[in-house]
């Protein structure tokens, strides 16, 4: 019956009653010839065009469209930015990152080549970070007539967090409004830093490594005697690398879920941020160190230039 055939290929029963129609009819189930305006493009042009949008930097559509002119292809952008939807392009800022020196570049590959079979399962990763109150980026749907107004100051209210994880899981966060100094990293390091190694690696300094990246404070005598004194193994790290750290991603991840929250007082925001953290899970800290292999990977591949991550 209909029914039968429904359920044994997953689909609705009008779906079955429509092509057994068909197949009566005419006794021929393709696709019948459409009416209408006739595709602008070819395969060829449809490849062109993506080709060309994901290996030129910065490309508009309207570049696009001279470039495939200058070849002989009658198309006009908006045609072009049809296509470029079709295989799953969106029109939005590029991604910011760092420039990069050369110098920066043949530093990353040479650590990237020196740690490419490394073992990350005994990296306790780290990093600061500053989030600020009601500066969430929330995009609305607009209609005319219809005001929606976000209210915002020039210099909003803001906190500065610290935090660690590995992959045994996250560590602990720490939040701060005074400037960071290196007076300040040392407490940071002995209240988190300590207290999370010995959760998590309770053998001792010499069973674990510390990842942390090339900011002035961490370079500083103060925080570099205080980590000899406290046997801290500290992990070689290249410069202008924030790609290769995946705690960059937990932040992203904790920036999206605030920016979802409607907060008030800057009270209630470190209690958000806490929260936050907490509800992070370790199978998340287990995908982002189990992720390094791969970014190391890239970074081979790019030859020392920014990946992906």
Known sequence: SNKDISEYINCSVKTVRHWIDRWEENEDLCDLSRTGRPRATSAK????????????????????????EKEGVDINARTI?????????????????????ETHREQRLIWAQQHKNYNWNNVIFTDEKTFKLGNSGRKVWRFPGVKKVVRTVKHPPKLHVWGCFSRNGFGRLIVFDQNLTGELMCELY????????????????????????NDPKHKSRVALDWKY?????????????PDQNPIENVWSIMKDILSKKTIGTLHEFEQEIIATWNSLSNDLAVTLVDSMKKRVQCLIEAKGDYTSY
């Open 81 to 101: 930015r049809r296509r470029l939807r079709e295989n799953g392009g969106s029109y939005g800022p590029p991604t910011k990152k760092p420039l990069l020196k």
């Open 190 to 213: 002995e209240s988190g830093l300590i207290s999370t190694a010995e959760d998590q690696f309770p053998e001792g300094p010499t069973s674990w490594f510390l990842q942390e990246d």
């Open 45 to 68: 042009t449809d490849s062109k065009i993506i080709q060309i949008a994901k290996n030129v930097q910065n490309v508009t559509s309207d570049e696009i469209c001279n470039t495939l």
């Open 229 to 241: 004194d406290n046997q801290i193994q500290v992990l070689p790290w290249p410069a202008a690398s």
